[in-house]
Every structure is written in C-alpha cells, then in structure tokens.
C-alpha cells in the first residue's frame, strides 16, 4: 500500500468514506482530512503538509473554486482533483482553467486511482522542472557576477595601474636629467629628492596593496606591543615635510599620553595614509593638524585638515574598497580609492574604530581609537 495523505473538502462525511475506500482499492493507505470551510482548509494547509488534495465542486459555504484559490494563495501547487456530480461542461472548462488538474464524476470513482497516480507523477515532473529552472536561473546569476567581478578586477587593475605609473614617469624623468650634464650639484639633488618622494609615495601604494590582500587570505598577522604613539606621528609629519612644504602640519599630542597596545608599523600606515589624505584633499596653505588624548582605555588620535570636505552621504561609504567620491572629477586628484579602506581594516583589526566628522568646504577630521597597553606609562 502506498501513503497518501490526502486533504478532502468535501461536506459529505459519507461521500469522503467512499472517496477513501477508492483509494485503498486503488493500492493507496491514505491519511486524509476532511474539510468544508475555508477557515478549516487554510488551517489544514498551514498546518499539515499533503501529496493532493480532492474537492467536491460545491458546497453550502465553499467551492472548488474557493478551495482552488485558496492553494494557490498559499503558494502551493498541489494535485487538485474535483470529484462532484454532473457539473455541466462550461463550470468543469471553468475550474480546469482555474488550475484544477483532473475532474471526476462521483458516479465514475473507479476513475480516482489511474487520475491521481498520474496528477502525482505529474506533480513530481513539476517539481523536478521548477527544480532545473531555479539552478539554472542560479548558474547564469553566478556566472553574471564572475563576469561582473572579472570587469572589476580588469578596471582596479587598469586604475592601480595608471597610478603606479604616474610616480614611476616621475622618478624616472628626474633621475635621468640628474644624471645629464651640466646639471648643478644643487639641481641634481632636488631632481633625487623628487625621485624620492615618488618612490615613498608608490611604496605606500604598494603597501596599501599588499594589506588589502592580506586582509582578503585572512593573513593580517598584527604584531602588537606598546608603543608610543608620539614618535610614530613625529616619523610621518618628517616624511610629508620633506614632501608638503606648502602644508602647515602641526602635532597636538601631549608627551604624557599612555602608550598604546599597537602594531607600529600598521598604526604608521594607517596615520601615512590620513596625513596624506590631508594634504592631497585640502589646499595649500592649509593645516593639517594631528592631535592625540585619553579616552578612557583608549587613545584618541585625529588628522583634521581644511579642505574640500565631505558630504553627509559620502561620508557612509568613504571606508569601503575603491571608494572615491564624485568630487574627484572635479578637482582631478589621483588616487585608487584604497587608503582608507586599509585604515579601516587595520584599525578595526586593533579593536579601535575609525570615522570621519566633516563640513563640505571646511575641512575633515578622520579620528580613530587604540587600545592603551595594560601597563600605562
Ligand atoms: P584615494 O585618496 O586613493 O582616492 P582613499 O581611500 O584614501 O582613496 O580615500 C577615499 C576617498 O575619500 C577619496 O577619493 C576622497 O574622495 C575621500 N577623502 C579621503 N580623505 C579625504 C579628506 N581628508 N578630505 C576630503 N575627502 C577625502
């Protein structure tokens, strides 16, 4: 005997007897229900999972229609069979067109068994394509994002790229006019000192590069000891001296300051790339401070600067890859979109938090959190 769990709607006990007793003829055990309103058969279809459902066409409070409409509300597509008496071709034409599967007439219930092993087949076959159509629908969605992802790596390159070339043209134009003749000693050394420069500015290109990948294969690896945070500020502020004469950089940091529980070398990329932030972003003559204090277990330090500033909206995405804002076009700065990513991953790395407070057209402050070592100094 096959299980069937069968849900009859149907007001006639007497005719769902006979329904049931078809079906064990017809080599089923089935476990039924039998409902008459359209409460019931909601609470039956919510509650209890069928293989079929039979409907008598029409009842005092219900029809096949109702009952019909009802399973499809739900989302179901179940084998529904009207079992009824004469009910007149253009109702019958009527229910098959509202989704009815099979029509049986009662006094043609040896019709019942051959009509649901084939509507249960049938049932299965639609499974079965519903099934094929969702993965392919699947496939094609993965293969439009390996395709989308491929046109975001070939364009980061093309960006990456073009950004690293333009410190390398530079570096390479200055250091074959030092090498030409009639180059003064004074002239040579600006021309190296130029050459320098770039090649800083591309290396931190290249670390921010590498912190990224790093971050993407789970191998940050932070080296945190205590550290003070002063001379890792004092070290940036020479690098952009020597670079950024036109800047006014000023440091706010009081000596006194714990010392903080950090990766140094980590915490001096993430301040190299808000400093340079700073000065890229704003004019010159503008000041760039960085200032430090105490706040409860953490350290407080902020880059504030006076430039173009950043838009409440913008403002939300500015930590996420490859983020640049449409500002840029304007005022044609260059840069990938990646230093304050990696700002953002390595801050969070160290249990801090990094976040932006700005006004379009005055200037940005970039503030983050460290913890402070355990032994405070
Ligand atoms: P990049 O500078 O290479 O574009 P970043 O990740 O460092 O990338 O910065 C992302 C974007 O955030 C920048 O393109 C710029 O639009 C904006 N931004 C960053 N720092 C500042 C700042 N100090 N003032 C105004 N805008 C800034």
């Not at 989308?148 to 390479?172: Q, R």
Request: charge should be negative; glycine fraction near 6%.
């Amino acid at each position: 005997m096959k299980p069937l769990r069968v849900l009859i709607v149907e007001d006639s006990e007497q005719d769902a007897a006979l329904l049931i007793m078809e079906l064990q003829k017809a080599g089923y055990s089935p476990v039924y229900k039998r409902v008459d309103t359209a409460s019931e058969m909601s609470d039956a279809l919510d509650t209890e999972a069928w293989d079929i459902i039979i409907s008598d066409h029409s009842m005092p409070s219900f029809s096949s229609l109702d009952a019909l409409r009802l399973s499809h509300e739900k989302g179901l597509d179940l084998p529904f069979i009207i079992v009824s008496g004469q009910i007149g071709e253009d109702t019958a034409v009527e229910t098959m067109r509202a989704g009815a599967h099979d029509y049986i007439m009662k006094d043609n219930l040896k019709r019942l068994g051959p009509a649901i092993e084939r509507e249960l087949e049938e049932s299965a076959n639609r499974r079965k394509r519903r099934k094929a159509e969702e993965e392919l629908r699947a496939r094609e969605e993965e293969l439009r994002l390996a395709k989308k992802i491929e046109a975001l790596k070939d364009e980061f390159i093309g960006m990456v790229s073009h950004e690293l070339k333009t410190p390398l043209t530079v570096i390479i134009g200055a250091l074959k006019v030092a090498a030409t003749d009639g180059v003064t000693i004074e002239e040579a050394r600006d021309l190296i000192h130029n050459a320098a420069a770039n090649a800083e500015a591309l290396a931190a290109m290249v670390d921010n590069l590498l912190e990224l990948s790093r971050y993407q294969s789970d191998r940050l690896n932070l080296q945190p000891k205590q550290t003070q945070v002063k001379p890792v500020i004092q070290s940036i502020i020479q690098k952009f001296e020597n670079v950024s004469e036109v800047h006014h950089l000023t440091v706010d940091f009081p000596a006194e300051l714990p010392a903080a529980m950090i990766d140094p070398i980590r915490i001096e990329r993430v301040l190299h790339n808000l400093v340079e932030n700073a000065i890229k972003y704003s004019p010159d003559g503008g000041e760039v401070r960085i200032f430090g204090s105490q706040r409860d277990t953490q350290l407080l330090i902020g880059v504030s600067d006076q430039g173009i500033g950043i838009s409440p909206e913008d403002q939300t995405r500015l930590f996420q890859s490859f983020q640049r804002l449409d500002v840029q076009n304007k005022y044609d700065i260059a840069g990938v979109g990646l230093g304050l990513k990696v700002c953002h991953i390595l801050v969070e790395a160290h249990g801090g938090h990094i976040w932006v407070e700005s006004t379009p057209g005055k200037g940005s402050t970039f503030c983050l959190t460290l913890p402070i070592s355990d032994d405070k100094q």
